[in-house]
């Protein structure tokens, strides 16, 4: 079963590391990896609560542009390859 932390979540556990804290302990305690602590520390160090939420905000709105844009060149192609054949 997957967990999911919130960006509070993560971002304190970050701290407490950065205040001390053994990496060992904190991914004992909130049952992740090594390797997820250090994926979040990669994304999220030095980032405050709410500019860690901002980001999420951003990743989000590009993810569906992204795929807006996909849908409409799909479009495209398709309206290209009716108006190429020969009536």
Do not use: P
């Not at 997820?36 to 860690?52: D, I, P």
């Not at 709105?61 to 009536?87: G, I, P, Q, R, Y």
């Amino acid at each position: 079963m997957k967990k999911r932390y919130s960006e509070e979540q993560i971002i304190k556990a970050i701290k407490e590391h950065e205040a001390g804290a053994k990496v060992d302990e904190i991914c004992r305690r909130m049952g992740i990896s090594s390797g997820t602590f250090y994926n979040w520390r990669s994304k999220y160090a030095g980032m405050e609560v709410n500019e860690a939420k901002r980001l999420k905000e951003l990743e989000s709105e590009n993810n569906k542009l992204k795929k807006l844009l996909a849908e409409k060149m799909l479009e495209t192609e398709a309206l290209k390859d009716v108006v190429s054949k020969k009536w």
